[in-house]
T-cell receptor, first 109, second 113 residues
């Protein structure tokens, strides 16, 4: 089955710094690469996604980059703010997705 | 617009009791449906997914089962709960042929005592 790994498991940054989270996967048939954000006690919500025919996508302060050859994709958050503090999950796949274990991001004011 | 409902929001059940959690989706047809479980401070574990009425795929061989009696209804059940069944249960849906963004329900927090 699909093997999904996320790194790091915990990330602490100063407000204004950048944060990068990496996701590696094993299934070469994966064609959809989303990142979800989950705030404490709430449901996960999509923040950005990318499809296999695109190498990079940006939406204001967040971006996702994809390396299909190496089977990994990364979430980049620039100019971090305290409200970015949450758990972030990657979920590569297609209609069936396997979620990574999550990265807990702390942004210190 | 589409909405997803889950109930109950919280549930406290004794070990050995049965379980029934319900999820319904409005505003879309033939969605893919999913059940996940999240233990405290952990990731999302995919339990079941369904691509159509009566079509259920199981990802974990546990004492849980799922059913899809109607197009937009997904039910998670157990005949006898275990302590290890405690967690945050999330239902989600996605568009049948993509894009595959998943939309999550508000979740049910289950405590087995």
């Amino acid at each position: 089955g699909e093997n999904v790994e996320q790194h790091p498991s915990t990330l602490s940054v100063q407000e204004g710094d950048s944060a990068v989270i990496k996701c590696t996967y094993s299934d070469s048939a994966s064609n959809y690469f989303p990142w979800y954000k989950q705030e404490l006690g709430k449901r996960p919500q999509l923040i950005i996604d990318i499809r296999s025919n695109v190498g990079e996508k940006k939406d204001q302060r967040i971006a996702v980059t994809l390396n299909k050859t190496a089977k990994h994709f990364s979430l980049h958050i620039t100019e971090t703010q305290p409200e970015d503090s949450a758990v972030y999950f990657c979920a590569p796949g297609g209609f069936k997705t396997i979620f990574g274990a999550g990265t807990r991001l702390f942004v210190k004011a | 617009s589409q909405t997803i409902h889950q109930w109950p929001a919280t549930l406290v059940q004794p070990v050995g009791s049965p379980l029934s959690l319900e999820c319904t989706v409005e505003g879309t047809s033939n969605p893919n449906l999913y059940w996940y479980r999240q233990a405290a401070g952990r990731g999302l574990q995919l339990l079941f997914y369904s691509v159509g009425i009566g079509q259920i795929s199981s990802e974990v061989p546990q004492n849980l089962s799922a059913s899809r009696p109607q197009d937009r209804q997904f039910i998670l059940s157990s005949k006898k709960l275990l302590l290890s069944d405690s967690g945050f249960y999330l239902c989600a849906w996605s568009v049948a042929r993509g894009p595959y963004e998943q939309y999550f329900g508000p979740g049910t927090r289950l405590t087995v005592t």
